[in-house]
C-alpha cells in the first residue's frame, strides 16, 4: 500500500524557513516524478513544484528563488526547502506522485506565514 506522509509544517515569521518532507512507504520514490502542491483556505491547490528521477526540477514562478525541492533516495524521501517565506505562502501544502495512472497524495503539512 502506497503511503505518503508529510512533515515539518509549522507556523513562521515572514522571512523565515521552513523544510518539508515527503516520506514515502509502499513504494520507491526514486523512479518518479514527486510534485509538491499547496492548497489555501477558499482556494484551489496549486502546483507549487516538481523532481523528477533524474533530479530535475521545475518552480511555480510564485515560489521560483526561494523554495528549493530535493530528494534522498536511501530514506525514500523528497524535501521541500522555503525559504523568505510570504504571507501567502500560507497553505496546507501536499506530495503526490502518479503510479500506474493512479495519484497518491499525502494527507498534508499545515505552514502559516505571519507578516
Known amino acids: 500500500q502506497v503511503q505518503l506522509v508529510e512533515s515539518g509544517g509549522g507556523l513562521v515569521q515572514a522571512g523565515g524557513s521552513l523544510r518539508l518532507s515527503c516520506a514515502a512507504s509502499?513504494?520507491?520514490?526514486?523512479?518518479?516524478?514527486i510534485n509538491w502542491y499547496r492548497q489555501a483556505p477558499g482556494k484551489q491547490r496549486d502546483w507549487v513544484a516538481l523532481?523528477?528521477?533524474?533530479?530535475?526540477?521545475n518552480y511555480a514562478d510564485s515560489v521560483k528563488g526561494r523554495f528549493t525541492i530535493s530528494r534522498d533516495n536511501a530514506k525514500n524521501t523528497v524535501y521541500l526547502q522555503m525559504n523568505n517565506l510570504k504571507p501567502e505562502d500560507t497553505a496546507a501544502y501536499y506530495c503526490?506522485?502518479?503510479?500506474?495512472?493512479?495519484?497518491?497524495w499525502g494527507q498534508g503539512t499545515q505552514v502559516t506565514v505571519s507578516s
Open positions: 503526490a506522485v502518479t503510479r500506474e495512472g493512479r495519484d497518491y
Open positions: 509502499g513504494i520507491g520514490l526514486y523512479i518518479y516524478t
Open positions: 523532481i523528477t528521477s533524474t533530479r530535475g526540477t
